[in-house]
């Protein structure tokens, strides 16, 4: 797809951060799958596309990352550009450098930057600061690329997104934030299974029942995960300490103990469920090694799908 497409459409994503996906329509997110899934064909079949020659993204990492570093790394080197790794530690911002000051100055010589970070107010303040597209690459409160690439792998596999049932069972973290919001626009149904005091937060799930409103999705909050996964199209679950929580590894493996997606929970899904998982996994905790290695499960497809689904917004905003 071409920019001349996304003008055809009556879209207009030039310019624009990607924080979170509530920030985007339905038809703007639908057109990204659509985006990621022509790119993927491109890179397949062997044609050149090249529509970001000449720019480059910084990508500031605060937070260890296989997928999100190497799949903006090669996805902006494949469109014709230039990705420059910036950790924490190198930039001056480790040494009490303000968000705002960075923000100002990699703007001067930077056409868009992705930041991975954990307090989601860091991404918020570098959008204030800077005057260049900010991707939020992961923050405590979100993971809108990964929900992205999510839902086209799901569109890939089912055909279609509309009236399906996603059941995500476990800790209520920026995973299954991104997943509510992005599941909701798109008309998906979301049911969700944490343990008592583990579950997503009050704003995101308030926002994803005004999202549900419009697009006649349903979001269901439940403790049971059997309850969460009856009928599911898609079981989906993610780790009980996320990145900044290991210091509470020991309590949640005892409070997520019945949360394992497991041969037994799968029977309550559809026969020809999917299963899904942002990586990296735990075997033996949130995911048994026969579920998460077995026929059903797509989480490599997943990890692919990072690459294009990345493609298609940095190609869009940049
Ligand atoms: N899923 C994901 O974001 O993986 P990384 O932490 O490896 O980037
Ligand atoms: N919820 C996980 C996702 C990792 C990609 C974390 O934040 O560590």
Redesign the pocket.
């Known amino acids: 797809m071409t920019n001349s497409t996304q003008k055809d459409t009556g879209l207009n994503l030039r310019g624009r951060d990607f924080i979170g996906l509530a920030d985007y329509s339905s038809e703007e997110i639908q057109y990204l799958i659509d985006l990621a899934v022509e790119l993927k064909r491109k890179q397949k079949e062997g044609e050149v596309y090249q529509p970001l020659k000449g720019k480059t993204l910084g990508m500031i990492f605060e937070k260890s990352s296989t997928r999100t570093r190497v799949s903006f790394e090669v996805g902006m080197f494949q469109l014709g550009g230039h990705a420059l790794f910036l950790s924490r530690n190198d930039l001056q911002i480790g040494r009490g450098e303000t968000i705002w000051d960075t923000a100002q100055t990699l703007s001067r010589y930077l056409d868009g930057i992705m930041i991975r970070t954990f307090a989601h107010r860091t991404v918020i303040e570098l959008a204030r600061g800077a005057t260049i597209p900010i991707i939020n690459g ?1 923050s405590d409160l979100s ?1 809108p690329c ?1 929900a992205l690439a999510d839902y086209q792998t799901i569109y890939e596999r089912k055909g279609s997104l509309k009236g399906l049932k996603l059941a995500y069972i476990g800790d209520g ?3 299954v934030h991104s997943l509510m919001v992005g599941g909701c626009k798109l008309g998906m149904n979301v049911s969700v299974a944490s343990p008592e005091g583990y579950g997503p937060d009050r704003e995101m799930i308030e926002a994803s029942r005004e999202i549900a409103a419009q697009t006649g999705s349903q979001l269901q909050i439940v403790t049971d995960p059997k309850e969460a996964v009856a009928d599911a199209d898609v079981i989906y679950t ?2 009980w300490a ?2 900044g929580f290991e210091e509470e590894q020991a309590e949640r493996v005892v409070a997520f103990r019945n949360y394992q997606v497991n041969e037994e929970l799968v029977k309550y899904a559809k026969p020809d469920y999917l299963f899904m998982h ?1 990586l990296p996994a735990h075997r033996g905790e949130e995911v048994s090694e026969g579920i998460i290695d077995g026929s059903h499960s797509i989480v490599f497809d997943q990890a692919e799908n990072r690459l294009h689904a990345q493609k298609a917004i940095m190609a869009a905003i940049l």
């Open positions: 992961l993971h990964q973290n920026n995973m993610d780790v996320s990145m942002c």
